[in-house]
């Protein structure tokens, strides 16, 4: 992982996360970027409104992203952090900037339950959903620490895609972590040779790595992933949303919230 990638709005939400992605950057020997994304002013007819001058918007965003750099270079004093500043709609921004610097990994803060609108933040959530690259939330409060032992949450009735499990063993490999899976298929609902398959498929995706396997009891996933992680004393959980409905359901509101604010560990999450 060589280029981590900060979106930040100067709110402690976001600067909990840069936190977090400095350390991370600088236990993996990973460049940071801190972009900070404003808005342009459409005007409307017959409104009467003043505006700040851009020039001046784009300098108080590189005066503020500056003295984040310089905090965190503080604390983190080898290493290298970038800074972008960009007028636009911050998806858009977000995904046009992690194309362009081939950004590996996009470190995002998340409120506490009930203090964020929407799934994430509206904003987070969409980048969730359309990144190319892997995504992690924190939450405001969260400290980084190596992941001792990191939790995988997808369906295994299919094999997973190549460039998945590369990116997963790589995460893995950067901290020498042991590796927990959660099968979203019950067990007791899979037919013989469907539950031989999804050990085949798991084998030969997982096969070369230390890792065990667990399957859910019950009917509410989100739950059941929350118990599995404080059971298992998972620090960080990753999830592959498969075309499966669990996953296509699971950035509904309140799913996304349960699983989201309610874990607290930190959540990734690869796109096939």
């Known amino acids: 992982m060589k280029t981590i990638l900060v979106p930040v709005d100067f709110s402690p939400t976001a600067e909990s996360a840069a936190n977090y992605a400095a350390e991370l950057g600088a236990d993996t020997k990973a460049k940071l970027i801190l972009l900070?994304?404003?808005?342009?002013?459409?005007?409307?007819?017959?409104?009467?409104v003043v505006f700040i001058p851009l020039d001046e918007v784009e300098a108080a965003s590189l005066t503020q992203l500056n003295s984040l750099k310089q905090r965190l270079s503080g604390k983190c004093t080898s290493l290298e952090i970038d800074v972008i500043t960009?007028?636009?709609f911050a998806v858009e921004e977000i995904h046009a900037i992690t194309e362009k610097q081939h950004v590996d990994l996009i470190i995002m803060g998340v409120n506490g339950e009930g203090k964020a609108p929407?799934?994430?933040g509206s904003n987070t959530s969409a980048v969730i959903k359309k990144a190319k690259?892997?995504?992690?939330?924190?939450?405001?409060?969260?400290?980084?620490?190596?992941?001792e032992k990191i939790g995988l949450a997808c369906d295994y009735s299919s094999t997973?895609?190549?460039?998945?499990?590369?990116?997963?063993?790589e995460y893995v490999a950067l901290f020498n972590s042991k590796v927990a899976v959660f099968d979203v298929l019950k067990k007791s609902e899979?037919?013989?040779?469907?539950?031989?398959?999804?050990?085949?498929?798991?084998?030969?995706?997982?096969?070369?790595?230390?890792?065990?396997?667990y399957y859910p009891s019950g009917d509410n996933l989100t739950k059941e992933i929350n118990e599995f992680v404080e059971k298992n004393n998972i620090d960080t959980l990753v999830m592959v949303p498969h075309n499966y409905p669990f996953f296509q359901n699971l950035f509904h509101h309140s799913q996304t919230k349960e699983m989201?604010?309610?874990s607290k560990v930190p959540l990734l999450t690869i796109h096939e």
């Open 133 to 147: 690259c892997m995504v992690l939330t924190v939450h405001a409060d969260t400290k980084f620490k190596k992941p």
């Open 118 to 120: 929407g799934i994430f």
């Open 36 to 48: 900070n994304v404003y808005s342009v002013p459409v005007p409307v007819a017959d409104v009467p």
């Open 86 to 88: 960009s007028a636009g």
């Open 190 to 213: 899979l037919v013989n040779y469907q539950k031989a398959v999804a050990e085949v498929n798991l084998e030969s995706s997982l096969g070369d790595m230390e890792h065990s396997l």
């Open 260 to 262: 989201a604010f309610k």
């Open 160 to 169: 997973l895609p190549d460039e998945v499990v590369r990116k997963f063993k």
